[in-house]
């Protein structure tokens, strides 16, 4: 089970004054299920309106319903081998989403494996979240207790020509359990439990 307050504590920092966010990288298909392009830049180098729409993209997978929309799913040991996704999504975390060819192999997975009829963009975020010491109480001493470096990603319909809806599925990966990084476990996001079961067979691969 996802712990909602684990997830407040994540969205609360995800506005432009608060973000940590360093990168944002992403692809748009086209309804034929055909790649039409990509990129991949430095979150601090967007404009205050930019980072705010995209921020409120990435802030959707951690916000939405804990346990009913947003469901934890653990990795088995055998799904964590050389060649896995989870490996993958290992490699992307570790590099900050700075290695095309890794993202587009994450592009390729995804667009192989996802059912979507309509124009849709794949959007992924990398956070470094440096969770503060709390004591007892929950009081915040404002030590660093860990650094948690993760990844979101939200696959959203075109509403218009390179220009992402709400996304309708998506992950944080790894998960954040009991405020910590959890290897083992990722949570996926999905407005419908097909869309959530489609994600979930990813971490198989």
């Known amino acids: 089970m996802i712990n909602r307050e684990d997830m ?15 990168r944002i990288a992403g692809c748009y298909v086209d309804a034929d299920g055909d790649f039409e392009g990509s990129f991949n830049i430095n979150f601090l180098k967007l404009s205050p309106s930019e980072k705010t729409k995209n921020l409120a993209i990435a802030k959707t997978i951690p916000f939405a ?5 947003l469901k934890k799913y653990e990795i088995q040991p055998e799904n964590q081998k050389a060649g896995s996704m989870w490996q993958l999504l290992m490699a992307l975390r570790d590099c900050e989403l700075k290695n095309d060819a890794l993202m587009d192999t994450l592009y390729d997975i995804i667009m192989e494996n996802i059912r979507i009829t309509t124009p849709y963009a794949i959007y992924v975020f990398h956070d470094n979240y440096d969770i503060p010491s709390k004591a007892t109480d929950k009081e ?19 509403v218009g020509e390179y220009e992402p809806g709400s996304p309708t599925s998506g992950f944080l990966f790894p998960a954040f359990t009991d405020r910590s990084g959890d290897l083992n476990h990722i949570n996926i996001y999905g407005i419908t439990e097909k869309k959530r079961e489609e994600l979930g067979r990813l971490i198989s691969l």
């Not at 319903?65 to 929309?69: A, G, H, L, V």
């Not at 915040?140 to 075109?158: H, K, N, Q, V």
Request: glycine share 2%; net charge neutral.
């Open 8 to 22: 407040l504590e994540l969205t609360r920092r995800m506005t432009p004054a608060r973000t940590s966010f360093t």
């Open 140 to 158: 915040r001493l404002g030590e660093s207790e860990e650094m948690f470096p993760y990844l979101i990603c939200a696959i959203c319909p075109l």
């Open 65 to 69: 319903e804990t346990n009913t929309k």
